[in-house]
């Protein structure tokens, strides 16, 4: 899901575009040890933070905002590549230890079918309570 507005410092922020840049930048925090963002969709300080970490480390062009088809987010999806590969990977394989074969055709019940008679007593027995 690329942005189409920006995000971040001045930028036009667009909640569903904010946290989705803010779940980008938890994959590269994670793998320093920084705590997680909330993704709450909210440009704040700590946001702000968060993006001009990113830039420092992986643009060299620190502005805190990410630009739609800029350097920044780029890079930021970038990171996740190989990851939505092994993620695919991983879900695959899940899906197929999780199948268990059906050994044996469950039988066939097949619904009661009551004659003329039958019918007429359970209809007279039902309105005669």
Request: no cysteine; glycine share 8%.
């Given at each position: 899901?690329?942005?189409s507005?920006?995000?971040?410092?001045?930028?036009?922020?667009?909640?569903?575009?904010?946290?989705?840049?803010?779940?980008?930048?938890?994959?590269?925090?994670?793998?320093?040890?920084?705590?997680?963002?909330?993704l709450?969709?909210?440009?704040?300080?700590?946001?702000?933070?968060?993006?001009?970490?990113?830039?420092?480390?992986?643009?060299?062009?620190?502005?805190?905002?990410?630009?739609?088809?800029?350097?920044?987010?780029?890079?930021?999806?970038?990171?996740?590549?190989?990851?939505?590969?092994?993620?695919?990977?991983?879900?695959?394989?899940?899906?197929?230890?999780?199948?268990?074969?059906?050994?044996?055709?469950?039988?066939?019940?097949?619904?009661?079918?009551?004659?003329d008679?039958?019918?007429?007593?359970?209809?007279?027995?039902?309105?005669?309570?």
């Amino acid at each position: 899901m690329p942005i189409s507005q920006s995000v971040g410092r001045d930028g036009t922020n667009l909640r569903r575009e904010v946290q989705y840049v803010q779940a980008l930048l938890n994959v590269f925090r994670a793998e320093r040890g920084q705590t997680a963002l909330d993704l709450d969709g909210l440009v704040g300080p700590l946001t702000i933070e968060a993006i001009e970490g990113f830039q420092s480390a992986e643009t060299g062009i620190v502005d805190g905002r990410v630009d739609p088809g800029a350097q920044a987010i780029g890079a930021l999806e970038q990171q996740t590549a190989g990851v939505l590969d092994e993620l695919r990977a991983v879900t695959m394989f899940a899906l197929l230890l999780s199948h268990r074969p059906v050994e044996e055709e469950p039988p066939v019940v097949e619904d009661p079918v009551l004659d003329d008679k039958e019918l007429q007593d359970l209809v007279q027995s039902i309105f005669a309570e």
